[in-house]
């Protein structure tokens, strides 16, 4: 068998919060996949349990089904909690289709940039 | 599309003289390559099949395709197949007959029914809509995932 070849230390991934007076902005850029889908929720839910958040993923440049469960599994626990979660409208073409692909598009609480 | 035990899908063409003007897609070419079975490799052989697919004459949207599909397989491998424990991903990727295959192997535990199973079962209904085929193999105790796609001129078709 060859080799194993080496994989990079850190993930092609960007998360910032950026804390606001109405919302906690969480700015996430670069590939969303196995290796921090996790993280980027423990995140998320984490601002949740306190602040209304809003998602600006419009420097996502990939996700996959790692990226839609976590999506997903946010989404079930903003219903239970009663928290607030809002998802800016600006999607990258490739994270459309996958997020429309397996039906979450529909049910993501989208949000127009230019709104309040 | 679970196709079961079945012979492997890909050939190895024999080299040709470097010489001589590549084809679009040159059958020649082939990539093989080992990763271990932890989530930061999904990205780096998800980077690598692609860069192999634009070096072939793949085009923005067919790129967009392998790099999804292929990061299924690989998450499948270490989630499902490795369950988490530490493994090898064997890659490969040729092209043949108009088509590009990569083929995502693991030494896993194969696919087995699990009720513990993480996520919605989304990545094997992800593959088979980007992919023109995707067929399952056991092999050993594990499992490889055969993904297909046209080339571009065969797409146009």
């Known amino acids: 068998m060859t080799p194993a070849r080496s994989v990079p230390d850190e993930p092609r991934y960007r998360i910032e919060i950026v804390p606001a007076p109405d919302w906690t902005v969480i700015a996430v850029a670069g590939e969303m996949d196995l290796a921090v889908a996790d993280e980027f929720a423990a995140t998320v839910r984490g601002q949740l349990a306190t602040h209304p958040v809003r998602l600006d993923l419009h420097e996502l440049s990939f996700v996959d089904s790692s990226g839609v469960r976590v999506l997903d599994a946010l989404l079930r626990d903003v219903q239970r909690e009663g928290w607030t979660l809002a998802i800016d409208a600006t999607l990258q073409e490739g994270v459309r289709q996958v997020l429309a692909m397996t039906g979450l598009l529909a049910h993501l609480p989208m949000r127009e940039v230019d709104g309040s | ?157």
């Open chain 2, 1 to 157: 599309m679970l196709a079961g035990r079945s012979k492997s899908l890909t050939e190895t063409d024999p080299a040709r003289p470097a010489d001589t003007a590549p084809p679009l897609y040159p059958a020649h070419v082939r990539y093989d390559a080992t990763f271990p079975a932890v989530p930061l490799a999904v990205g780096e052989i998800r980077h690598e099949v692609a860069a192999f697919a634009r070096q072939c004459g793949f085009d923005e949207p067919q790129l967009a395709a392998v790099a999804l599909a292929v990061s299924e397989a690989s998450t499948n491998a270490i989630v499902h197949g490795y369950r988490g424990r530490p493994g090898a991903i064997r890659v490969s990727a040729a092209i043949g007959d108009g088509e590009l295959t990569v083929v995502v192997a693991d030494d896993g535990c194969g696919l087995v029914p699990r009720t513990d199973s993480q996520g919605l079962g989304l990545g094997l209904p992800i593959m088979a809509s980007v992919a023109r085929r995707v067929e399952f193999v056991a092999e050993g105790g594990g499992t490889q995932v055969h993904l297909v796609f046209p080339c571009l001129d065969e797409a146009a078709a």
